[in-house]
């Protein structure tokens, strides 16, 4: 079968590779309608590895070169278990974290921090290929008013519903989302489904901002021109937002999170980012603020499936581009020279 695989930074290559073995008991073989580019997988493309492990992980036992690629939709064609109400030739979409099952964390039911916890596409052969082996316990089946294509969407959609989550965000709260990226984006449609009355957007890119206002954001503010958590203090009665929520992972902009939440508000990260942060103690014990972090989702793709069957959650803005599988090392260089372009690009192996 034909998979785009990562051999290292700036190496990816679409090759032949060996059609996948019978699935274990906890797995299932899906074959891919679409899959999703992930920054993540761009940060592997561009620098990797960073999430990726040059040895053998130790739950999947994978290691490079594989093909990347975890928000993805497609059909069953082998399951090595029972999953109820998913049958071979069900569509569906899939939770794409394998945890170990046994673990404290797993027997909680946060089997997304599970110590041995890894995603397919970074600990196992991923979606960017005509078929992909998944944890059988994350399959999710597809109502039939879900499409493939809104379905591959699910993933970075359930990212933001967590984030949202974390941060306790009720009706009648004020959120600022620091960055407009495919996360933060999520992060305003899950915000804008628990009620937010003000919700406000800091994104230096200009073509986000727009659509981020189409999407019904009550304000998008370009940081390098405004001060943004002046002009947020003032739009909420001089009281600051309930919520921060940042999608960056920018160091610099946890620390503005924290001096622009109100007193007693919360502050979520959901960034995946690298450094260091330094913390007034002050501005935490004085003002009562709570500092947050959230990890991709817990049990959250059957709610945004859920949320998008019932009419409720239109992630169609989020799409901005379709490509096919042979396309992919091409469109990967192009997302990392132009940011701006796109918001959410999907590949398929199926041909366009």
Excluded at 81 to 108: L, M, N, Q, S
Aim: proline share 6%; hydrophobic share 45%; net charge negative.
């Amino acid at each position: 079968m034909k998979a785009l695989r990562w051999h290292g930074a700036r190496d990816l290559r679409l090759e032949e590779v060996p059609d996948l073995p019978a699935p274990r008991a906890h797995e299932a073989v899906v074959e891919v309608s679409w899959c999703g580019v992930c920054g993540t997988d761009l940060h592997e493309f561009l620098e990797g590895p960073h999430m990726i492990r040059s040895e053998p992980h130790p739950l999947t036992g994978a290691s490079p070169p594989l093909a990347l690629g975890h928000e993805f939709s497609g059909t069953v064609v082998a399951l090595g278990g029972e999953a109820p109400g998913i049958a071979v030739g069900d569509r569906v979409t899939a939770d794409p974290v394998w945890r170990c099952g046994v673990c404290y964390w797993c027997a909680r039911g946060e089997y997304h921090i599970c110590p041995r916890s890894g995603s397919v596409g970074l600990a196992s052969s991923g979606a960017f290929a005509e078929r992909v082996t998944v944890p059988l316990a994350g399959l999710t089946r597809l109502p039939d008013n879900v499409t493939d294509e809104m379905a591959a969407l699910a993933e970075p959609l359930a990212v933001g519903l967590h984030a949202v989550t974390r941060a306790g965000v009720r009706a009648g709260d004020n959120v600022l989302v620091l960055g407009g990226g495919p996360i933060g984006f999520a992060v305003v449609l899950a915000a804008r489904l628990a009620g937010a009355a003000g919700l406000f957007v800091s994104e230096p890119l200009a073509e986000r901002r727009e659509k981020l206002l189409e999407s019904g954001v009550t304000e998008a503010f370009d940081p390098l021109e405004s001060d943004v958590r002046r002009e947020v203090f003032l739009r909420t009665g001089r009281v600051g937002p309930d919520a921060v929520i940042d999608a960056t992972g920018v160091p610099a902009l946890a620390e503005q999170a924290v001096a622009t939440v109100r007193r007693g508000g919360r502050v979520v990260l959901a960034g995946v980012g690298h450094g260091s942060v330094r913390f007034d103690l002050g501005q935490l014990v004085f003002y009562e603020r709570a500092v947050l972090g959230t990890l991709g989702y817990n049990f959250d793709i059957p709610r945004v499936i859920d949320l998008m069957s019932t009419g409720r959650l239109d992630a169609a803005a989020l799409l901005t581009g379709r490509f096919s599988l042979a396309e992919g090392a091409g469109v990967f260089a192009d997302l990392t020279a132009d940011r701006a372009r796109h918001l959410k690009v999907l590949l398929t192996p199926k041909g366009l």
